[in-house]
């Protein structure tokens, strides 16, 4: 698939204002001024940078915790989300919620309401309203490797292949689900073979390489708005930080993160556009002084934020408002 140098250019942007940006979160974390948990994608941003961006404006993201990159690219600013970590009135939430179980329907984000896997089905849903209405529009739905063997998991991809919605599911298999490691989990090598039993195409990608899972989904999103139905798509991947900054992950061993940290998502995708001449070493360093600022200028905007008033914490619970 031939992709333009803007699009390459603007996923490595992407990229690193994901990174950048949860490295902040983590370091507010440890000063006290994140009242939450802090969940990171670190290591394994490719895979929301790239399923998300390729969707077009009109589809639909229902992404889970760790894909902090589907909210960038769909454009919720970096003000809101740390205003949202923050717990401020200007947050995504208006300060109901320190995280990012949240969604806006604006943005085309359906909010994730912490039961893993549940974005399977209520996506499939959403594809299923599209079918009814004859719109050519896709959801995108994304759970982790451990999410896969919750019941949710499995009822979202057989209503999604018996009905044929125009849905594609990604999964982000990081290796671990908090300290289970996948062997553990499952008696199979590939999550993609789960999607065997719904006859569903599985297709495994490296999910460190955003331009694979990019091609892959924009592929599986065409085949879905042309009436082809779902696809499963594994993004192998390796979960760098702890479940959540409470967790220190002694339990990974280390010349795992070692072996990973080599086939860092940022790392790979410099080096291919400055191997490629795509990009020159001194445009993504200014790629790089921007997203700092942007991520600078996010801090000081939802410090200065107000905290929300109490009698709106009732407004708007069950529901994201339009
Ligand atoms: C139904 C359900 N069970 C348990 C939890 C608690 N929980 C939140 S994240 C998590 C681990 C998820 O692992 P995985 O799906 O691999 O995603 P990852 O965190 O690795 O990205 C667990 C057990 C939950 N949110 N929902
Ligand atoms: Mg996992």
Redesign the pocket.
């Given at each position: 698939m031939d992709i333009k140098r803007e699009d390459l250019v603007q996923l490595y942007y992407y990229l690193r204002l994901t990174r950048r940006l949860e490295e902040r979160f983590t370091s507010l974390y440890h000063q006290g001024k994140i009242l939450g948990g802090a969940w990171t994608s670190n290591g394994t941003e490719a895979v929301s940078v790239g399923y998300g961006y390729a969707l077009k404006r009109d589809d639909i993201a229902a992404p889970y915790f760790?894909d902090m990159g589907v909210f960038l690219v769909r454009g919720i600013t970096p003000k809101r989300l740390m205003a949202q970590y923050l717990g401020r009135k200007t947050g995504v939430t208006g300060g109901k919620e320190g995280n990012v179980h949240v969604g806006d329907l604006n943005f085309g984000v359906i909010g994730f309401p912490?039961?893993?896997a549940d974005n399977y089905p209520v996506g499939a849903g959403v594809a299923l309203a599209f079918k009814i209405r004859g719109e050519k529009r896709v959801v995108a739905a994304c759970?982790?490797?451990?999410?896969t063997s919750?019941g949710d998991f499995h009822e979202g991809m057989n209503l999604a292949s018996v009905r044929k919605l125009p849905i594609v599911f990604i999964c982000?298999n990081?290796q671990?689900?908090?300290s289970t490691p996948l062997q553990l989990q499952m008696a199979i090598k590939n999550i993609a073979d789960r999607s065997l039993a719904y006859n569903i195409p599985g297709k495994i990608v490296d999910g460190n390489n955003v331009i694979a899972v990019y091609t892959a989904a924009k592929e599986a999103y065409e085949v879905a708005r042309d009436g082809g139905g779902p696809t499963f798509i594994e993004c192998k991947t390796m979960?760098m930080h702890g479940?959540s900054e409470h967790d220190s992950a002694k339990y990974v061993p280390r010349e795992l993160l070692e072996e990973w940290k080599k086939k860092d998502p940022i790392l790979h995708m410099e080096n291919y556009l400055l191997e490629g001449s795509i990009s020159t070493r001194e445009e993504l360093e200014d790629i790089d002084t921007r997203v700092k600022k942007e991520v600078d200028e996010a801090e000081a905007f939802a410090e200065e934020s107000p905290y929300p008033d109490p009698e709106d914490c009732l407004k708007g619970v069950y529901a994201t408002p339009l």
């Open positions: 760790r912490s039961h893993l759970t982790g490797d451990g999410g919750r982000n990081n671990y689900a908090y979960r479940h």
